[in-house]
DNA sequence: ACAAAAGTGTTCAGCCTACACCCATGG
DNA sequence: CCATGGGTGTAGGCTGAACACTTTTGT
């Protein structure tokens, strides 16, 4: 858990917020990583340095919460609404006790209204051991189709995500982190399923992946299951 | 031409700006409107009140230039880079006259680096009557593809929103403001190569086309170039 | 009547779809 | 040897591309 002892205003932009919808694919379901404070979820965030490009902030926040650098991070959307101003919520939740630690030049630093940048990036669960903040308590994965009670409009904002990976998948195929480096064509053929949320023709699909001249077959995986084995692919280089 | 006494930066989310790329269709070509201050241009913009959502400042931009509501706007993207940092430039066309008859709390107010957020508009050129602000001193439409020189990085926004509307008329074929009301397929067909950039089969394009569903075909148009009249079509409601 | 512009038809290839069938493997 | 699951084949339908043909109209 990061240690911060005092936050100058001065070295961020004002009213203006970094928040990252980090999912990935864990038990045949999208999951996205929630922080909890108080009785309430919601999405890893942070603010800009000044020095810094929003990207990089958006990095920023990836990298605290995973430990991973060069994921696979992407623009999502702006929040901006002029009654986008959740002045009682973050009131709320900053009677944190670990907050009144801190020294802020500015008293009404997080209870401005903020315009928020949204990013969206995509992992491998197994490889990320989430890590804790100053302000939240807990992180979990939640099923982006079972959402719990969230701060402020974050439901919002990781349902907006979750539409873009259609769009994503649609046009790109490929996997990201949400499959291992190695794959089978049921595997990918389930995900493309899942995401999309819709039955897809098994035969059909492995004709499109493969007509694309996207993916290499290696040799096949040994399995324990009954039935054939299938043989395991990559992304080519 | 609108009059400024007095900015008070309180009033406005700093280090926050928004671009809009107003385009239309004039003489075969995608234009844009562009504002001169000293000797290159730039992309009308303006900052976000705070009671005001980002869009909404957005339609404000759009509407002080054209006068017209409710044209179709959409977010383009975030130009957030941190070596966006355009003090040199700001200072040399802020040496403006006009800007210093106005009462400005910050003195830092246009110099500081700021987060553009953009959007593109498109409008119907021959209904505008483009106003100038209080700082620029010319308006001009602009071909996309012959920019002239601007400031900061202004004509990658421009360019960004070009990209786009490919994306936009492949997906939703319509017009929006782009033809007026009712328009020939021969004009919808040139349309889509100019913004495409590619010749499409004639053919081919009235089938696909009508086969949308999209529009609805009206009496004949009387010509007076040589040649059969073409049907008038209109985008159904 | 002719050229130019608009509208329609025809053919062919390729792709998507659905389903059937064939292979490999564990129990 | 059969149930299970992976891989491949095929017939039918739809769509898009290219081009030919017909219709309309000004000169």
Redesign the interface.
């Known amino acids: 858990m990061k240690r911060i002892t005092s936050i100058n205003s001065k070295d961020f932009?004002?009213?203006?917020s970094v928040d990252v919808v980090i999912m990935g694919y864990q038990d045949g379901a999208i999951k996205c990583l929630l922080l909890r404070i108080k009785d309430k979820w919601l999405l890893p965030g942070g603010y800009?340095e000044?020095?810094?490009?929003?990207?990089?902030a958006a990095e920023s926040v990836l990298e605290l919460r995973t430990g991973l650098k060069g994921q696979h991070l992407k623009?999502l959307?702006?929040f901006?609404?002029?009654?986008?101003d959740f002045k009682k919520e973050r009131e709320a939740f900053l009677e944190n006790p670990a907050l009144k630690s801190i020294e802020i030049d500015d008293p009404d630093f997080f209870s401005r209204?903020y315009?928020t940048?949204s990013y969206y990036a995509l992992v491998d669960i197994d490889k990320i051991h989430p890590e804790l903040s100053f302000l939240d308590e807990e992180w979990q994965w939640f099923d982006v189709s079972k959402l719990p009670d969230m701060w402020m409009d974050h439901k919002d904002i990781v349902m907006t995500a979750r539409e873009r990976l259609k769009d994503d998948i649609r046009q790109e195929h490929i996997t990201h982190n949400l499959l291992p480096e190695q794959f089978t064509m049921p595997a990918l053929h389930q995900l493309h399923q899942v995401i999309l949320e819709t039955p897809i023709d098994r035969s059909r699909f492995q004709k499109t992946m493969l007509a694309t001249d996207k993916f290499e077959r290696l040799p096949k995986l040994k399995k324990d299951s009954p039935g054939r084995s299938p043989y395991l692919y990559r992304v080519k280089p």
């Open positions: 932009l004002p009213q203006l800009v000044q020095k810094q490009s929003v990207e990089e623009f959307a702006v901006g609404s002029a009654d986008r209204r315009v940048l």
